[in-house]
């Protein structure tokens, strides 16, 4: 009896897990860092030091990317194909929804996925990056965007909002910036932002290419 009622346990264990997996997560980007509560949830062996190896942990990503030491892919939705477009000699379709850039090391592990919607306005582009730990895991996200028409400055707005995420994908650090042209701080009380910030985002690297999986990017 006893040992029926521990496999039952189980079986609701891996029956949670999964919905949670398959449970799609909004974040607002948009909130203000002084009223954004990381969730600091206790991990079951929590580690004193992983924001700052997060961070690490991205920035040598970003240098591998800067240095270009990864390997690019970029792929692109087409209106009305099924399939994402390789793009190949810079041959660029006429038409895009969204463009994705895949960077992957040399045993061919995909380490960080850009993600840029098309945008017909041309006071603002967009991108989202999804980054994957060893395990495929998503351990940071990051929303760029640069603005004209801000109020705060003549010409172009950059802001950059970096979210943190433990192994059970809870957000426990969030970084901010909103610069100008010349990298100088401004205030964001001062800006007007007219866009929406609210984005899906993803706890790992399978249910990422799931979103896109059917338009033809492979799982490593």
């Known amino acids: 009896m006893e040992k029926l009622k ?101 045993k061919q592990k995909i380490l960080l996925i850009s993600e840029s919607p098309f945008n017909q306005n041309k006071d603002f582009s967009i991108e989202y990056l999804h980054y994957f730990d060893k395990n495929k895991k998503t351990f940071a996200i990051q929303r760029s965007i640069h603005f004209f028409n801000s109020a705060c400055t003549i010409k172009v707005v950059s802001e950059k909002i970096i979210e943190y995420y433990n192994t059970v994908f809870n957000k426990i650090e969030r970084d901010y910036s909103l610069t100008d042209e010349n990298k100088k701080e401004l205030n964001e009380k001062n800006c007007i932002m007219n866009y929406d910030s609210k984005v899906e985002i993803y706890s790992n690297l399978k249910n990422y290419l799931n979103k896109i999986n059917h338009y033809g990017l492979k799982v490593p």
Not at 49 to 74: A, M
Request: charged share 30%; aromatic share 6%; net charge positive.
């Open 6 to 106: 521990y496999i039952v346990l189980i079986l609701l264990l891996i029956s949670c897990q999964e919905k949670k997996e398959k449970k799609k997560i909004t974040s607002d980007f948009q909130t203000n860092t002084k009223e954004n509560n990381a969730n600091r949830s206790i991990e079951l062996l929590p580690e004193p030091d992983l924001v700052n190896r997060l961070k690490n942990q991205k920035r040598i990503i970003d240098i591998l990317q800067f240095q270009k030491k990864l390997t690019l892919e970029i792929l692109v939705k087409e209106p009305n194909k099924e399939k994402l477009t390789t793009i190949l000699n810079n041959n660029w379709p006429k038409i895009i929804e969204t463009t994705y850039r895949v960077w992957k090391n040399e």
